[in-house]
């Protein structure tokens, strides 16, 4: 991360911190503080808004390192979160383990169905690569509807809330408190991964796999490897989202989460970590947006329906993706280090 004007890493472990300087230091709790006092200040709504919001950037977290870094494209993200949902829920409630248990299993399993499908990324990349994890939203889709013994078939999965040592995340505010401390945790997580030997490996592929693997990368391992942490992540995160809707159903895990989880990624900025932040917020804004816009729209203009205005969603996702795609292609993070790059200047004007 860049520094201030006059002020110099002197020491390794300096050069290698995360927040280089006090103010930033500060900065960072300050947000933390803020960010765990939240329930106390803001609205149900409000509350769900962000909760849902961390549970997704949790999942878009696991697309970064997979697409973002490692440059391998996958269009089945949402139904890998199904599977940590369905693995946590049916541990728990089949089985009666422990939610901080089920919750691991969800993300390990989820990380080896995601190696079974990725295994196809040693062979083939691109267009194809895309199809191929297409296929696995098909299939995986399926097994959720008809594997009914086990999963509860179209009707679903009744989960209950998660709990620690006795203690139940029952409450709109508890289970954000929950879900805040895993995104922070993550976000830690995928902070350090993109600084270690692993992500500098990811990089390398993701930039020219051929030059990696002549210099000594071995991509029949970092291949697998960046499809199984994806998976882990959206296992994590659909762990997440099924004991806190209390329900987990096939609806929740289609292709278009799966394009949309996509889009968040380009909207934001992909290979960068607190892209994936911008970019889940900004759509989840736009979507927060139109459901709010819709009604009055179909009130104003009856002649059109309501069908009309209730796939004013997708339209929007449509044009805001096209308009990144076009005007500002390395997404918002970019404007954000373009305002950053300003202060670390400043006085100076250039």
């Known amino acids: 991360m860049l520094l201030p004007s006059g002020i110099f890493s002197t020491t390794y472990e300096q050069d290698m911190g995360i927040f280089k300087t006090k103010t930033r230091w500060g900065l960072f709790l300050l947000f933390l503080v803020l960010l765990y006092l939240f329930p106390l200040y803001a609205s149900n709504y409000l509350i769900s808004f962000v909760t849902v919001s961390a549970i997704t950037i949790v999942s878009v977290y696991g697309l970064n390192i997979l697409t973002g870094y490692c440059g391998q494209l996958s269009m089945g993200h949402a139904a890998f979160m199904g599977v940590g949902a369905y693995i946590s829920g049916i541990l728990m409630v089949r ?18 169905v995601g190696i079974i499908f990725g295994l196809a990324a040693l062979r083939i990349k691109g267009f194809y690569l895309a199809v191929s994890t297409l ?20 009707e679903g999965l009744k989960v209950p809330p998660p709990s620690i040592a006795g203690f139940v995340f029952d409450t709109e505010r508890s289970q954000f408190l929950l879900i805040i401390t895993v995104c922070v945790i993550i976000a830690y997580l995928c902070k350090n991964i993109s600084r270690t030997r692993v992500g500098r490996a990811f990089v390398a592929v993701r930039d020219n ?19 199984f942490v994806c998976c882990v992540f959206a296992g994590f995160a659909g762990s997440l989202w099924g004991h806190y809707i209390g329900l987990v159903t096939s609806d929740q895990f289609t ?10 990624l380009i909207v934001g900025g992909m290979g960068s970590n607190v892209g994936v932040i911008f970019g889940v917020f900004f759509m989840q804004v736009l979507h927060e947006a139109s459901v709010i816009i819709s009604p009055i729209l179909s009130g104003i203009w009856i002649n059109l329906g309501a ?19 076009i005007f500002e292609p390395r997404g918002l993070y970019h404007r954000w280090e373009i305002l950053w790059r300003s202060y670390r200047l400043y006085p100076y004007s250039y």
């Open 95 to 112: 089985l009666q383990f422990p939610w901080i248990l089920a919750f691991l299993c969800a993300g390990v399993g989820s990380g080896i």
């Open 135 to 154: 296929a696995a939203q098909f299939i995986l889709c399926w097994a959720f509807i008809n594997l009914r013994w086990l999963t509860g078939g179209s």
């Open 209 to 227: 796999d051929l030059a990696a693997e002549v210099i000594g990368i071995n991509l029949r391992f970092y291949k697998p490897l960046a499809f």
């Open 255 to 264: 292709l278009d989460n799966s394009i949309i989880y996509l889009a968040m």
């Open 307 to 325: 069908q009309f205005f209730s796939a004013l969603l997708i339209a929007l996702y449509a044009v805001g993706i096209i308009l990144f795609l």
